[in-house]
């Protein structure tokens, strides 16, 4: 997206505020970050509304991580019919039946440690290179993996509200 107005925007910024809400949430399942989006319409902007969501998302509580977070299932196993939930993780989907189980028993420990799924951006990643990523954070303290997450989301976020803004599902 670039930083002129787009039709995208317009789309987005005529939605009813339910409709609004709604998709926003199949952006992010946390709630104070869809109503900071909310407050701050309309957006003149892609850029603006990606400014709106890097804000919004450094903001959030530990409890609004949260709900952000049981919003994603986990790698290597992406909720039954949903496309997008498939397409993010799409890296998994050629996966030997040995690495599916390698991943299983680190998301295992992995939430065990932090009380949560791991969370990745995973578009574009590889199975190998999701593996790797969980086996190096399951190590982290639980502040650092935080900001992690923090990170993580924001980068899946811009992902899904471009998809968004280019009039396909989030």
Excluded at 28 to 48: E, H, V, Y
Excluded at 123 to 148: C, H, S
Aim: with cysteine.
């Amino acid at each position: 997206m670039t930083s002129s107005s787009t039709p995208g925007t317009a789309r987005f910024n005529a939605l009813s505020e339910e409709a609004a809400t709604a998709v926003l949430h199949e952006v992010c399942a946390s709630s104070a970050w869809g109503s900071a989006l909310l407050a701050q319409r309309p957006f003149t902007t892609a850029d603006a509304l990606f400014t709106a969501s890097d804000a919004a998302m450094a903001e959030l509580t530990e409890k609004d991580l949260a709900e952000a977070m049981a919003g994603h299932p986990p790698i290597g196993r992406p909720t039954p019919g949903d496309p997008t939930s498939s397409r993010e993780q799409s890296g998994m989907s050629g996966a030997s039946d040995r690495l599916r189980a390698e991943m299983l028993a680190l998301n295992l420990a992995y939430q065990d440690r932090f009380g949560h799924v791991f969370l990745i951006c995973a578009t574009g990643l590889t199975g190998e290179q999701l593996r790797d990523a969980v086996r190096e954070r399951v190590g982290n303290p639980p502040e650092r993996e935080r900001e992690i997450v923090r990170t993580e989301l924001g980068k899946i976020n811009r992902i899904r509200l471009t998809r968004l803004l280019e009039g396909e599902s989030a």
